[in-house]
Protein backbone atom coordinates (compact mmCIF):
# COMPACT_ATOMS: atom_id res chain seq x y z
CA UNK A 1 0.00 0.00 0.00
CA UNK A 2 0.90 3.44 -0.42
CA UNK A 3 1.88 5.20 2.85
CA UNK A 4 3.40 8.38 4.19
CA UNK A 5 7.09 6.87 6.09
CA UNK A 6 8.97 9.44 8.80
CA UNK A 7 12.11 7.79 8.72
CA UNK A 8 14.27 10.64 10.38
CA UNK A 9 13.01 13.73 12.81
CA UNK A 10 12.99 16.87 11.01
CA UNK A 11 11.18 19.52 9.04
CA UNK A 12 8.85 18.27 5.94
CA UNK A 13 8.56 21.88 4.88
CA UNK A 14 12.23 22.22 3.90
CA UNK A 15 12.64 19.86 0.89
CA UNK A 16 10.36 18.10 -1.53
CA UNK A 17 8.55 14.78 0.14
CA UNK A 18 11.31 12.14 -0.73
CA UNK A 19 14.08 13.89 -1.30
CA UNK A 20 17.47 12.74 0.58
CA UNK A 21 17.12 15.46 2.53
CA UNK A 22 13.37 15.26 3.60
CA UNK A 23 12.45 13.25 6.72
CA UNK A 24 9.36 12.03 4.92
CA UNK A 25 8.92 9.93 1.68
CA UNK A 26 6.30 7.63 0.61
CA UNK A 27 6.52 4.46 -0.04
CA UNK A 28 4.84 2.78 -2.52
CA UNK A 29 4.93 -0.96 -1.58
CA UNK A 30 4.52 -0.70 2.38
CA UNK A 31 2.95 -3.83 3.80
CA UNK A 32 -1.03 -3.58 4.21
CA UNK A 33 -1.10 -3.77 8.34
CA UNK A 34 -3.00 -7.00 9.51
CA UNK A 35 -5.41 -7.96 12.20
CA UNK A 36 -3.88 -7.01 15.10
CA UNK A 37 -6.59 -8.93 17.52
CA UNK A 38 -9.89 -10.97 17.05
CA UNK A 39 -11.77 -7.34 17.80
CA UNK A 40 -9.76 -5.72 15.22
CA UNK A 41 -10.64 -4.03 12.06
CA UNK A 42 -8.82 -2.65 8.84
CA UNK A 43 -10.11 0.08 7.58
CA UNK A 44 -9.45 0.96 3.70
CA UNK A 45 -8.74 4.94 4.04
CA UNK A 46 -10.92 7.51 2.15
CA UNK A 47 -9.76 10.80 3.68
CA UNK A 48 -7.51 11.52 6.33
CA UNK A 49 -7.06 15.21 7.81
CA UNK A 50 -3.78 17.06 8.96
CA UNK A 51 -3.55 18.62 13.18
CA UNK A 52 -0.50 20.87 14.00
CA UNK A 53 0.66 17.74 16.42
CA UNK A 54 1.40 15.69 12.76
CA UNK A 55 3.93 18.44 12.29
CA UNK A 56 5.30 18.79 15.77
CA UNK A 57 5.56 15.08 16.08
CA UNK A 58 8.06 14.64 12.62
CA UNK A 59 9.63 17.79 14.09
CA UNK A 60 10.35 15.90 17.57
CA UNK A 61 8.84 18.33 19.65
CA UNK A 62 5.68 16.39 20.33
CA UNK A 63 4.81 15.26 23.61
CA UNK A 64 4.58 11.69 22.87
CA UNK A 65 7.82 10.50 20.37
CA UNK A 66 7.03 7.36 18.43
CA UNK A 67 9.86 5.21 17.63
CA UNK A 68 11.48 5.18 14.08
CA UNK A 69 10.27 4.76 11.25
CA UNK A 70 6.84 5.84 11.55
CA UNK A 71 3.46 6.24 9.90
CA UNK A 72 2.32 9.71 11.04
CA UNK A 73 -1.41 11.11 10.76
CA UNK A 74 -4.20 10.69 12.81
CA UNK A 75 -7.40 11.90 12.02
CA UNK A 76 -9.42 9.79 9.39
CA UNK A 77 -12.67 8.19 7.63
CA UNK A 78 -13.03 4.65 5.68
CA UNK A 79 -14.47 1.92 4.92
CA UNK A 80 -14.72 -1.35 6.86
CA UNK A 81 -12.78 -3.54 4.42
CA UNK A 82 -11.77 -6.30 6.91
CA UNK A 83 -13.19 -7.63 10.29
CA UNK A 84 -11.71 -9.73 12.95
CA UNK A 85 -13.85 -13.08 14.21
CA UNK A 86 -14.70 -11.30 17.53
CA UNK A 87 -15.83 -7.79 15.89
CA UNK A 88 -19.85 -7.13 16.74
CA UNK A 89 -20.03 -3.90 16.08
CA UNK A 90 -18.93 -3.00 12.43
CA UNK A 91 -19.73 -5.16 9.29
CA UNK A 92 -17.37 -5.10 5.84
CA UNK A 93 -18.54 -1.99 3.98
CA UNK A 94 -19.49 0.30 7.01
CA UNK A 95 -18.60 3.77 6.67
CA UNK A 96 -16.67 5.00 9.17
CA UNK A 97 -14.22 7.14 10.98
CA UNK A 98 -11.80 7.58 14.19
CA UNK A 99 -8.05 9.13 15.09
CA UNK A 100 -5.05 7.55 15.64
CA UNK A 101 -1.75 7.95 17.81
CA UNK A 102 -0.31 7.51 14.39
CA UNK A 103 -0.58 5.79 11.02
CA UNK A 104 -3.69 7.51 9.13
CA UNK A 105 -1.44 8.69 6.55
CA UNK A 106 -1.55 5.38 4.56
CA UNK A 107 -4.12 3.51 2.22
CA UNK A 108 -5.07 1.16 5.08
CA UNK A 109 -5.17 1.78 9.05
CA UNK A 110 -6.36 -1.30 11.94
CA UNK A 111 -8.15 -0.32 14.91
CA UNK A 112 -10.07 -2.29 17.56
CA UNK A 113 -13.81 -1.59 17.08
CA UNK A 114 -13.97 -0.23 20.29
CA UNK A 115 -11.99 3.03 18.62
CA UNK A 116 -14.10 3.30 16.05
CA UNK A 117 -17.18 5.57 15.44
CA UNK A 118 -19.74 4.59 12.52
CA UNK A 119 -20.49 7.62 10.45
CA UNK A 120 -23.69 8.62 10.13
CA UNK A 121 -25.94 7.85 6.85
CA UNK A 122 -26.01 11.82 6.24
CA UNK A 123 -22.44 12.87 6.80
CA UNK A 124 -19.78 13.46 4.21
CA UNK A 125 -16.75 11.05 4.16
CA UNK A 126 -14.41 13.93 4.06
CA UNK A 127 -15.73 16.02 6.65
CA UNK A 128 -16.08 12.77 9.06
CA UNK A 129 -12.21 12.33 8.46
CA UNK A 130 -11.35 16.06 9.78
CA UNK A 131 -13.68 16.43 12.49
CA UNK A 132 -12.30 13.70 15.83
CA UNK A 133 -9.25 15.65 16.79
CA UNK A 134 -10.11 19.49 16.42
CA UNK A 135 -14.24 19.21 17.01
CA UNK A 136 -13.27 16.22 19.85
CA UNK A 137 -10.65 18.61 21.47
CA UNK A 138 -13.27 21.68 21.66
CA UNK A 139 -16.07 19.96 22.24
CA UNK A 140 -14.55 18.49 25.39
CA UNK A 141 -12.66 21.88 26.38
CA UNK A 142 -15.86 24.01 26.02
CA UNK A 143 -18.90 21.61 26.77
CA UNK A 144 -17.39 18.87 29.57
CA UNK A 145 -14.81 21.27 30.68
CA UNK A 146 -15.70 24.78 31.10
CA UNK A 147 -19.33 23.97 30.84
CA UNK A 148 -19.72 27.05 28.94
CA UNK A 149 -23.18 28.27 29.02
CA UNK A 150 -25.93 30.77 27.16
CA UNK A 151 -24.58 34.55 27.53
CA UNK A 152 -21.24 33.48 28.38
CA UNK A 153 -18.31 35.83 26.61
CA UNK A 154 -16.09 32.95 24.89
CA UNK A 155 -12.97 34.66 23.51
CA UNK A 156 -11.24 31.96 20.96
CA UNK A 157 -7.51 32.90 19.98
CA UNK A 158 -6.44 30.98 16.59
CA UNK A 159 -9.89 31.37 16.05
CA UNK A 160 -9.35 30.40 11.85
CA UNK A 161 -7.18 27.13 12.56
CA UNK A 162 -8.44 23.68 13.26
CA UNK A 163 -9.31 23.57 16.82
CA UNK A 164 -10.07 27.53 16.48
CA UNK A 165 -12.93 27.48 14.34
CA UNK A 166 -14.44 24.31 15.67
CA UNK A 167 -14.53 26.52 19.17
CA UNK A 168 -16.37 29.17 17.45
CA UNK A 169 -19.17 26.94 15.88
CA UNK A 170 -19.52 25.12 19.33
CA UNK A 171 -19.47 28.29 21.06
CA UNK A 172 -22.41 29.87 19.32
CA UNK A 173 -24.16 26.15 19.59
CA UNK A 174 -24.38 26.60 23.54
CA UNK A 175 -25.02 30.62 23.25
CA UNK A 176 -22.44 32.18 23.87
CA UNK A 177 -21.06 35.86 22.35
CA UNK A 178 -17.52 34.93 20.65
CA UNK A 179 -14.86 36.63 20.33
CA UNK A 180 -12.67 35.32 17.31
CA UNK A 181 -8.80 36.26 17.58
CA UNK A 182 -7.27 35.43 13.67
CA UNK A 183 -4.96 37.06 11.13
CA UNK A 184 -5.69 38.15 7.78
CA UNK A 185 -8.72 39.28 5.51
CA UNK A 186 -10.25 36.10 4.01
CA UNK A 187 -9.95 34.52 7.54
CA UNK A 188 -12.07 37.19 8.83
CA UNK A 189 -14.50 37.25 6.42
CA UNK A 190 -14.86 33.58 7.21
CA UNK A 191 -15.54 34.15 10.73
CA UNK A 192 -17.68 36.69 10.61
CA UNK A 193 -20.11 34.72 7.84
CA UNK A 194 -20.47 32.25 10.50
CA UNK A 195 -22.06 34.67 12.79
CA UNK A 196 -19.03 35.64 15.45
CA UNK A 197 -19.94 38.47 17.65
CA UNK A 198 -17.21 40.04 17.07
CA UNK A 199 -13.65 39.56 15.26
CA UNK A 200 -10.28 41.06 15.74
CA UNK A 201 -7.65 41.01 12.62
CA UNK A 202 -4.44 40.98 14.79
CA UNK A 203 -2.99 42.07 11.64
CA UNK A 204 -4.56 45.51 11.64
CA UNK A 205 -5.71 45.76 15.19
CA UNK A 206 -5.01 45.33 19.14
CA UNK A 207 -6.04 42.72 20.45
CA UNK A 208 -7.20 44.80 23.76
CA UNK A 209 -8.44 48.04 22.53
CA UNK A 210 -10.65 45.53 20.07
CA UNK A 211 -11.70 43.81 22.88
CA UNK A 212 -12.31 46.19 25.44
CA UNK A 213 -14.70 48.34 23.03
CA UNK A 214 -16.61 45.30 22.16
CA UNK A 215 -17.73 44.70 25.80
CA UNK A 216 -17.67 47.88 26.32
CA UNK A 217 -20.30 48.66 23.77
CA UNK A 218 -22.24 45.45 24.69
CA UNK A 219 -22.18 46.37 28.34
CA UNK A 220 -20.46 43.25 29.59
CA UNK A 221 -18.36 42.32 32.33
CA UNK A 222 -15.45 40.49 30.37
CA UNK A 223 -14.14 37.28 28.67
CA UNK A 224 -15.97 34.16 30.83
CA UNK A 225 -13.77 31.55 28.97
CA UNK A 226 -10.47 32.07 27.01
CA UNK A 227 -9.62 29.28 24.36
CA UNK A 228 -5.93 29.52 23.73
CA UNK A 229 -4.45 27.32 21.07
CA UNK A 230 -1.67 29.97 20.71
CA UNK A 231 0.28 30.76 23.40
CA UNK A 232 2.94 33.19 24.07
CA UNK A 233 2.54 37.34 23.80
CA UNK A 234 -1.13 36.55 22.53
CA UNK A 235 -2.08 34.66 25.90
CA UNK A 236 -0.71 37.39 28.00
CA UNK A 237 -2.47 40.52 26.53
CA UNK A 238 -5.82 38.15 26.61
CA UNK A 239 -5.34 38.34 30.36
CA UNK A 240 -6.26 41.69 30.69
CA UNK A 241 -9.67 41.04 29.27
CA UNK A 242 -10.42 38.30 31.42
CA UNK A 243 -13.00 38.87 33.97
CA UNK A 244 -13.67 37.87 37.59
CA UNK A 245 -14.44 33.79 38.01
CA UNK A 246 -12.70 33.41 34.70
CA UNK A 247 -11.76 29.97 32.94
CA UNK A 248 -8.59 29.56 30.98
CA UNK A 249 -8.54 26.80 28.54
CA UNK A 250 -4.91 25.57 27.75
CA UNK A 251 -5.03 23.76 24.62
CA UNK A 252 -1.81 24.38 22.60
CA UNK A 253 1.13 26.79 21.40
CA UNK A 254 1.00 27.11 18.26
CA UNK A 255 2.93 30.12 18.43
CA UNK A 256 6.26 28.25 19.70
CA UNK A 257 6.05 29.88 23.31
CA UNK A 258 4.37 28.75 26.36
CA UNK A 259 2.88 31.02 28.13
CA UNK A 260 3.11 32.42 31.90
CA UNK A 261 -0.07 32.72 33.58
CA UNK A 262 0.85 34.24 36.76
CA UNK A 263 -0.84 32.80 39.85
CA UNK A 264 -1.24 35.74 42.38
CA UNK A 265 -3.36 37.00 39.56
CA UNK A 266 -5.25 33.88 39.41
CA UNK A 267 -6.03 34.15 43.09
CA UNK A 268 -6.97 37.94 43.14
CA UNK A 269 -8.99 37.42 40.32
CA UNK A 270 -10.64 33.91 41.04
CA UNK A 271 -9.45 32.18 37.59
CA UNK A 272 -9.47 28.73 37.07
CA UNK A 273 -6.94 27.30 34.70
CA UNK A 274 -7.68 24.15 32.62
CA UNK A 275 -4.82 22.04 30.57
CA UNK A 276 -6.70 19.44 28.42
CA UNK A 277 -4.98 17.07 26.61
CA UNK A 278 -7.63 15.26 24.83
CA UNK A 279 -6.21 12.47 23.70
CA UNK A 280 -5.18 11.21 27.29
CA UNK A 281 -9.17 11.34 27.45
CA UNK A 282 -8.91 7.62 25.82
CA UNK A 283 -6.99 6.00 28.56
CA UNK A 284 -8.67 7.94 31.60
CA UNK A 285 -11.92 8.68 30.74
CA UNK A 286 -13.15 7.14 27.47
CA UNK A 287 -16.54 7.59 27.58
CA UNK A 288 -16.63 11.32 27.95
CA UNK A 289 -14.66 11.10 24.31
CA UNK A 290 -16.80 8.49 23.00
CA UNK A 291 -20.07 10.52 23.86
CA UNK A 292 -18.32 13.66 22.92
CA UNK A 293 -17.43 12.32 18.93
CA UNK A 294 -20.88 10.31 18.89
CA UNK A 295 -22.78 14.04 19.67
CA UNK A 296 -20.43 16.14 17.08
CA UNK A 297 -21.51 13.43 14.41
CA UNK A 298 -25.22 13.66 15.06
CA UNK A 299 -24.21 17.50 15.08
CA UNK A 300 -22.71 17.11 11.62
CA UNK A 301 -25.76 14.79 10.28
CA UNK A 302 -28.30 17.51 11.15
CA UNK A 303 -26.17 20.25 9.80
CA UNK A 304 -25.65 22.37 13.14
CA UNK A 305 -21.52 22.20 12.32
CA UNK A 306 -19.42 22.55 8.60
CA UNK A 307 -15.95 21.45 8.06
CA UNK A 308 -14.15 23.76 6.11
CA UNK A 309 -11.10 22.60 4.42
CA UNK A 310 -8.60 25.17 2.68
CA UNK A 311 -6.51 22.86 1.51
CA UNK A 312 -6.14 19.34 -0.05
CA UNK A 313 -2.72 16.86 -1.35
CA UNK A 314 -2.11 13.47 -2.19
CA UNK A 315 0.55 12.42 0.41
CA UNK A 316 3.74 12.75 -2.20
CA UNK A 317 2.75 16.87 -1.36
CA UNK A 318 3.42 16.13 2.56
CA UNK A 319 5.76 18.87 2.19
CA UNK A 320 3.37 20.85 0.84
CA UNK A 321 0.48 20.17 3.12
CA UNK A 322 2.45 20.91 6.56
CA UNK A 323 3.68 23.88 5.04
CA UNK A 324 0.39 25.60 4.57
CA UNK A 325 0.24 24.57 8.65
CA UNK A 326 3.30 26.30 9.33
CA UNK A 327 2.99 29.42 7.38
CA UNK A 328 -0.60 29.87 9.01
CA UNK A 329 -2.26 29.91 5.39
CA UNK A 330 -4.60 26.33 6.46
CA UNK A 331 -8.21 27.79 7.61
CA UNK A 332 -10.08 24.97 9.15
CA UNK A 333 -8.46 21.68 8.25
CA UNK A 334 -6.08 20.24 5.68
CA UNK A 335 -6.65 16.91 4.21
CA UNK A 336 -4.27 14.64 2.76
CA UNK A 337 -6.57 12.18 0.42
CA UNK A 338 -4.31 8.38 -0.30
CA UNK A 339 -3.83 7.18 -3.52
CA UNK A 340 -6.73 4.27 -5.24
CA UNK A 341 -4.38 1.14 -6.17
CA UNK A 342 -3.23 1.39 -9.29
CA UNK A 343 -4.81 -1.48 -10.70
CA UNK A 344 -7.13 -2.72 -8.01
CA UNK A 345 -9.49 -6.08 -7.76
CA UNK A 346 -12.25 -5.94 -10.52
CA UNK A 347 -15.85 -5.14 -9.01
CA UNK A 348 -16.84 -8.78 -8.97
CA UNK A 349 -13.39 -9.95 -6.89
CA UNK A 350 -14.77 -6.39 -3.95
CA UNK A 351 -17.66 -8.08 -3.90
CA UNK A 352 -16.59 -11.85 -3.62
CA UNK A 353 -14.00 -10.78 -1.21
CA UNK A 354 -16.47 -8.86 0.79
CA UNK A 355 -18.95 -10.95 1.33
CA UNK A 356 -16.99 -13.84 1.53
CA UNK A 357 -15.56 -12.55 5.07
CA UNK A 358 -18.96 -12.09 6.06
CA UNK A 359 -20.10 -15.31 8.63
CA UNK A 360 -23.17 -17.12 7.30
CA UNK A 361 -25.26 -15.97 10.07
CA UNK A 362 -23.68 -12.18 9.35
CA UNK A 363 -24.64 -12.82 5.77
CA UNK A 364 -28.19 -13.82 6.39
CA UNK A 365 -28.89 -11.12 8.93
CA UNK A 366 -27.87 -8.26 6.86
CA UNK A 367 -29.76 -9.44 3.69
CA UNK A 368 -33.04 -10.41 6.26
CA UNK A 369 -33.04 -6.45 7.67
CA UNK A 370 -33.30 -5.06 4.00
CA UNK A 371 -35.91 -7.58 3.17
CA UNK A 372 -38.09 -6.41 6.05
CA UNK A 373 -37.52 -3.19 5.25
CA UNK A 374 -38.34 -4.11 2.06
CA UNK A 375 -41.52 -5.98 3.68
CA UNK A 376 -42.76 -2.33 5.35
CA UNK A 377 -41.90 -0.41 2.54
CA UNK A 378 -41.18 -1.52 -1.34
CA UNK A 379 -40.60 1.61 -2.63
CA UNK A 380 -36.91 1.46 0.51
CA UNK A 381 -35.38 -1.18 -2.15
CA UNK A 382 -36.19 1.30 -5.45
CA UNK A 383 -35.24 4.56 -2.99
CA UNK A 384 -31.93 2.49 -1.74
CA UNK A 385 -30.74 1.31 -5.47
CA UNK A 386 -31.70 4.83 -6.47
CA UNK A 387 -28.74 6.32 -3.39
CA UNK A 388 -26.30 3.77 -4.62
CA UNK A 389 -26.35 5.44 -8.04
CA UNK A 390 -26.09 8.91 -7.31
CA UNK A 391 -23.87 8.59 -4.40
CA UNK A 392 -22.13 5.79 -4.63
CA UNK A 393 -21.53 4.43 -8.15
CA UNK A 394 -17.67 4.32 -8.00
CA UNK A 395 -16.97 3.44 -4.80
CA UNK A 396 -16.94 0.15 -3.13
CA UNK A 397 -19.34 0.18 -0.83
CA UNK A 398 -21.53 1.09 -4.02
CA UNK A 399 -21.28 -2.47 -4.97
CA UNK A 400 -21.17 -4.26 -1.48
CA UNK A 401 -24.76 -2.51 -0.83
CA UNK A 402 -26.16 -3.39 -4.32
CA UNK A 403 -24.63 -7.02 -3.69
CA UNK A 404 -26.66 -6.57 -0.67
CA UNK A 405 -29.86 -5.50 -2.03
CA UNK A 406 -30.18 -8.73 -5.55
CA UNK A 407 -29.70 -10.35 -2.34
CA UNK A 408 -32.52 -9.07 -0.34
CA UNK A 409 -34.77 -9.03 -3.20
CA UNK A 410 -33.95 -13.15 -4.32
CA UNK A 411 -34.91 -13.59 -0.56
CA UNK A 412 -38.01 -11.68 -1.41
CA UNK A 413 -38.79 -13.25 -4.33
CA UNK A 414 -40.05 -16.75 -3.19
CA UNK A 415 -42.16 -14.93 -0.48
CA UNK A 416 -44.15 -12.78 -2.75
CA UNK A 417 -47.28 -12.37 -5.24
CA UNK A 418 -49.30 -10.54 -6.61
CA UNK A 419 -48.95 -6.67 -7.11
CA UNK A 420 -46.06 -7.41 -4.48
CA UNK A 421 -44.30 -9.90 -6.68
CA UNK A 422 -44.33 -6.90 -9.69
CA UNK A 423 -42.51 -4.90 -7.64
CA UNK A 424 -40.11 -6.93 -6.35
CA UNK A 425 -39.36 -8.18 -10.14
CA UNK A 426 -39.32 -4.24 -10.93
CA UNK A 427 -36.60 -3.69 -8.22
CA UNK A 428 -34.52 -6.98 -9.30
CA UNK A 429 -34.67 -5.77 -12.70
CA UNK A 430 -33.50 -2.28 -11.92
CA UNK A 431 -30.93 -3.53 -9.48
CA UNK A 432 -29.36 -5.56 -12.11
CA UNK A 433 -29.17 -3.32 -14.44
CA UNK A 434 -27.17 -1.09 -12.11
CA UNK A 435 -24.88 -4.07 -11.74
CA UNK A 436 -24.14 -4.51 -15.42
CA UNK A 437 -23.58 -0.35 -15.35
CA UNK A 438 -20.88 -0.77 -12.00
CA UNK A 439 -19.29 -3.80 -13.63
CA UNK A 440 -18.67 -1.82 -17.20
CA UNK A 441 -17.31 1.02 -15.53
N1 LIG B 1 -4.62 19.97 23.87
C1 LIG B 1 -4.99 19.14 22.94
O1 LIG B 1 -5.46 18.03 23.20
C2 LIG B 1 -4.86 19.61 21.51
C3 LIG B 1 -5.63 19.02 20.48
C4 LIG B 1 -5.50 19.53 19.18
C5 LIG B 1 -4.59 20.57 18.93
N2 LIG B 1 -3.84 21.07 19.95
C6 LIG B 1 -2.87 22.15 19.75
O2 LIG B 1 -3.56 23.33 19.37
C7 LIG B 1 -2.70 24.14 18.55
C8 LIG B 1 -3.45 24.50 17.29
O3 LIG B 1 -3.74 23.32 16.52
P1 LIG B 1 -4.53 23.43 15.14
O4 LIG B 1 -4.59 22.04 14.60
O5 LIG B 1 -5.74 24.23 15.28
O6 LIG B 1 -3.45 24.26 14.27
P2 LIG B 1 -3.70 25.27 13.08
O7 LIG B 1 -4.86 24.85 12.28
O8 LIG B 1 -2.40 25.45 12.39
O9 LIG B 1 -4.11 26.63 13.83
C9 LIG B 1 -3.21 27.31 14.66
C10 LIG B 1 -3.52 28.79 14.63
O10 LIG B 1 -2.62 29.43 15.54
C11 LIG B 1 -2.29 30.73 15.05
N3 LIG B 1 -0.86 31.02 15.24
C12 LIG B 1 -0.36 32.01 15.96
N4 LIG B 1 0.96 32.02 15.93
C13 LIG B 1 1.33 31.01 15.15
C14 LIG B 1 2.58 30.52 14.72
N5 LIG B 1 3.75 31.09 15.10
N6 LIG B 1 2.60 29.46 13.89
C15 LIG B 1 1.45 28.87 13.49
N7 LIG B 1 0.23 29.28 13.89
C16 LIG B 1 0.16 30.35 14.70
C17 LIG B 1 -2.70 30.77 13.58
O11 LIG B 1 -3.71 31.75 13.49
P3 LIG B 1 -3.48 33.20 12.85
O12 LIG B 1 -2.51 33.05 11.71
O13 LIG B 1 -4.86 33.56 12.38
O14 LIG B 1 -2.97 34.03 13.97
C18 LIG B 1 -3.30 29.42 13.27
O15 LIG B 1 -4.52 29.53 12.57
C19 LIG B 1 -1.43 23.32 18.34
O16 LIG B 1 -0.46 23.74 19.24
C20 LIG B 1 -1.87 21.90 18.63
O17 LIG B 1 -0.80 21.08 19.04
C21 LIG B 1 -3.96 20.60 21.21
Known amino acids: MEALVCRKLGDPTATETGSPESPVEVSKSYPIPPLSSDTAVRVKVTATSLNYANYL ?3 GKYQEKPALPFIPGSDYSGIVDEIGP ?33 VPERCDMVAAAALPVAFGTSHVALVHRARLTSGQVLMVLGAA ?27 IQLLKSMGVDHVVDLGSQNVISSVKEFIKARKLKGVDVLYDPVGGKLTKESMKVLSWGAQILVIGFASGDVPVIPANIALVKNWTVHGLYWGSYRIHQPKVLEDSIRELLSWLARGLITIHISHTYSLSQANLAFGAIKDRKAIGKILEEPKEDEKGPS ?35 V ?5 AKLREVASLEGHVMLKKLRDALEY ?20 EALAVKFNSE
Not at 91 to 114: E, N, P, T, W, Y
Not at 164 to 179: D, E, F, R, T, Y
Not at 383 to 387: C, I, P, Q, R, Y
Open 57 to 59: QIL
Open 86 to 118: AVTKFRVGDRVCSFAALGSFAQFIVADQSGLFL
Open 161 to 187: GGVGLAAVQIGKICGAIVIAVARGTEK
Open 347 to 381: VQETVEKANDKLSDQHKRLSVRDLASKFDKNLAAA
Open 383 to 387: NLADE
Open 412 to 431: MRGRTDGQDKEDVEKAIFMV
